[in-house]
């Protein structure tokens, strides 16, 4: 007899059973909008659209970016176009009778000469009313920008903190949206960004595998302090540059995953044509008249292999090309016209369709060097069985331990983060050594406390103690350090190298202050040790001083600490690197003060450190 039954692949059953294909799309379900959240910027939308069409009657506000183009994410902002082109050729026919422009009330009634016929003209019951009359044909961007942002301060409801940023490559106005705390930038002359976001879209119906994809690797760039666009500009690799080489690597693969533009033009109907700005955007509207791809490589493989492609990637050698789908070696590349304007960097990614554009020009070589490095770190973990395997023993698999945060090196820390690199020579156990000396400086010179993770014991200290020297603990409690040891164990083929320990730290005297001062006096009561004209005395005598400085404060010794942060030192670079990335979290509202202190750290606790470390190694002979 005939069966119904649905069949299923040998593809797609692989697919659904491999654990991680089924961790990057749920991440997508863990990311994307949902229904109400589409809702609500949908109304904004047409909310947007019904006030600025009184203003500018026949304008269109489109959505365009990470909102639409299949790649959002909760919160993500909400960029939209104000397409002013209709408007202006309105304008222009109306200019002819009468002369007139397109009159701005933006205070009370609002009146448009243009719209409201019936009127007559201005309304003139309104004599405290900012009235601006634009000629849009003449206008600049700046002008017109000016005149979005009072339409939305004053006649669109619930919108607040109305700016307009004219430096920015597409200058914008930004807004927030009260209730939903929705963010938001409007701008006029981006019809480019249509076209992509079209073609970014276009990519992600064309093939389901692209989501995922992309979904993984911007949260991982994101968590390797890599990329992300958090705080607008510099050096690191943005969301969009960041999806257009995910989509190139899909472009290369063997047998291609998606189609070139240079392809798809090909595909074009009439109906397609497109010319922006002078760059040809043609491609099809719709993925009718795509082939399905043959490449049939799972989301598992394709990320382990988008590693291992761009771990060894000359990114400075060449530049990414979508449009053809390859690298373009630079020598052509620079004597074509496009490649004459075309900004080179260390990392060239071609825009689509505005050929001369390096949208990755703000990346700077170290976050370059920094992206390969952990390409080549993806690489290596997705060889181990622990990426692929579901671990017994609830450990990190997967994506999971993919996604441990990475650490900045420290040009790059941004305003959350600041960093202490301590370059020292090779030896055996030496991290372990280091965090020790970490741990006395912060607890026996600097009198810090230690709260130790939530949760967690105080941990025993490092036992690499030598000379004699023992940590001590003070009595009150004001000074416990506890470092919280986490060693992954690894299973497979990968070495063991993540090692990390941190330390939650409190601050409750101002040790950091006038220890000159303290210094010197007391070298006068006779202390034997001969200072430096530097800044840093033995360790001894840094106990002493901040003993004598929280003497000279008193015992007044809040219910509160003065700072509070906690500190991550993890293993530098590779095998014969042996540099402490030390990274410091401030907790929340401490500003100015953890600045004043962190300064004197970045120059303190390298110095002792070695000291401390050279002692160890040395006062055993
Ligand atoms: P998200 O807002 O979630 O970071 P996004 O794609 O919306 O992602 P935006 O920075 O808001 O990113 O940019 C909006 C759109 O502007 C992008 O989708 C893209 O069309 C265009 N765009 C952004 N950055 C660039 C760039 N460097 N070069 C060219 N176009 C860009
Ligand atoms: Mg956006």
Redesign the pocket.
Known sequence: GSTHHVQLSPEKLVQALCQVDAQMSQLVQLFELSESEKRLRHLLVTLFQEVFSEFFPECAILP???SV?G?D?HG??L?LFLDLEKTKTFQANAKEPQGAQVRMDVLGTKSNPLQAKEGAGPDSDSEDSILSDIDLTTATVPEVLELVAAVLRKCVPGVHSVQVVHSARRPVVKFCHKDSGLLGDISIN?RL?LC??RF?QLCTEADERVRPLVYTLRYWAKQQALGG?RFGGGPLL????LTLLVLFFLQTRSPPALPTLAQLRELTEDKDQAIVDGWDCSFPQDMLRLEPSANTESLCSLLAEFFRVFGDHDFAGCVISLQEGRALPLPSFLLSEVGAKFKLGPFNVQ?PFELS?N?AANVNEKIVQRFQHCCRDGAKYCRSLQYQRKSSKGKAWGLVRLFQPGVPEAEEVGPDGLLITIPFMLMACWFDKVCAAITFVLKDVLKCSCMGPAGEPLGQEPTEQSGGEQPRSDERGSLAVSPAKKRPRVEGPVPEEEESVSWNCAVWHRVWMGRRRVRRQLRHLGSPQPDTEQEAGSLEVEEKVSEAIIQQEGESLGAEPLLRFTACARVGGGQEDTRTLLYFTPAPQQGPLFQDFYHFLQGFLPRMVERYVGRAVWGRQ
């Open positions: 365009f970016g990470s183009n790649f994410i993500c902002d960029d981006n960004a992509n976001t970014l666009n943005n969301n969009y540059a825009d554009h949208v």
